[in-house]
């Protein structure tokens, strides 16, 4: 329950900013209102792992009020926030406002789908647990789809899977689908051999992993090409169709089609009322606070600011947590009378997982790639992974499939349909009457 005579401080999403900057601020005589529209916080870093079936929800999500359980001065609400009244300051949900003296706003981004939206349902995005079990439905339906279609005699269709965007998440989901495909469901099928599957890789601009030192872009380009995906760089999609990805007059028909481009802030940062990027990301002051209001910050993706030399932060679980708890130690900084402390970023490195035992990674100078680029992934996402249980499962998950190949959530659950196989049935037998006629 909140007491009304302590400072209350309201934080909108627990995603990795907001609750590390709740935990911060829990040791002060504070009330702490923590607010986030689902009820669990997602490791989003693990996200492709669910997304390809290889772990289930549960094992990288864990409830919000059992995290902060214990906590006594930090309430948890579902909610969605949907405006502010930064005169009054209260935050406005659907159907109640919360008043605050601090506000901090965690509540993260989105993809962008360079403002076609009707892509969205074509081509979906991942970022949230149920983005990953969308497209695990998408990925395991198009097999299923292909092995009855050709059990029944019916013509081949193109079994490809493009994923648009090379950055990590892009970078991720090929290597594993590619994997998947080459080995995890090699064996499992009569009619289809899933080793056939193109993973195409659609990047826009000159190179993968356009943030990561060029040559760690190179050597991610020859893992993911060893894996069997294709890479196709300065490819610039301009249209996404049911079963057809456009790269101006080129057409690439494809089973499943998967966006990993584009990043848009979440709308909050427009209604604080402050200038905000080409992303919508909030331009705060060095102190993380929003121009004209001392008492609002704005951290993680939502946040926009430059390190000393002048380089955009990137929008990375560590940004998120340092800004999170930055923003606690000034608020706590001002209840002692003391003058706020500007940001620093301390970057400990950017690390990218591409398949099984490939990755890549980048401390300083230090260029890593293949298998130690992948277990340092391993052991420093697990470490962050929230939850001992979760941790152990994690682990024994990926021992177990690192040697067996097995996946272990392959599960198909939802609609049966996919939005491309009508028409690549169509195409097919369109193609396969067409050729026919011209051998008569
Ligand atoms: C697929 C994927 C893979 C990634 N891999 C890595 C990686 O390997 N390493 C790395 O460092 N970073 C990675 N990132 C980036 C990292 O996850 C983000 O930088 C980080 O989560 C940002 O933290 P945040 O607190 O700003 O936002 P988030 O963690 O996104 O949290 C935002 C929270 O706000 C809530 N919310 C949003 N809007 C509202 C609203 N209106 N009302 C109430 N609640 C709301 C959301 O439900 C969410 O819980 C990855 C991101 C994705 C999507």
Redesign the pocket.
Known sequence: MATEHKLRIVI????????YAARKLAHLPVQITL????NH??F??L??QVATAGLSPGEIAAPIRWIVRGQRNIEVLL????DFDLENRRVKLADVELPYNYLIV????SHAYFGHDEWEPLAPG???IEDALEIRRRVLLAFELAERQAAAGGPALPLNFVIVGGG??GV?LAGTLAEISRQVLANEFQSIDPKNTRIILLEGGPRVLPSYAEVLSRSAEEQLRQLGVEVHTSAMVTKVEPADVWMGDTRLPAAVILWAAGVAA?P?GKKLGASVDRAGRVLVNPDLSVPEHPEIFV????AALKDEHGKMLP??????IQE?AAAARNIERDLHGKPRENFHYFDKGS??TIGRAAGVAQFGTLHISGFIAWLS?LFI?IFFLIGFRNRIIVLVQWAWSYFTYERGARLITGDQRLPSWEELQHEAQTSTVQSRQRVS
Do not use: C, M, N
């Open positions: 909108i999403g627990a995603g990795f900013g907001g609750l607010i986030d529209r689902k916080h997602t989003q870093p996200l492709y909610g969605e926030v949907r965690a509540a993260g981004a991942l970022k949230t990590p998440t991720e979440s909050l951290i993680g993706d939502l929008g990375v679980a560590p940004v998120a999170g690390l990218a992934w996402h």
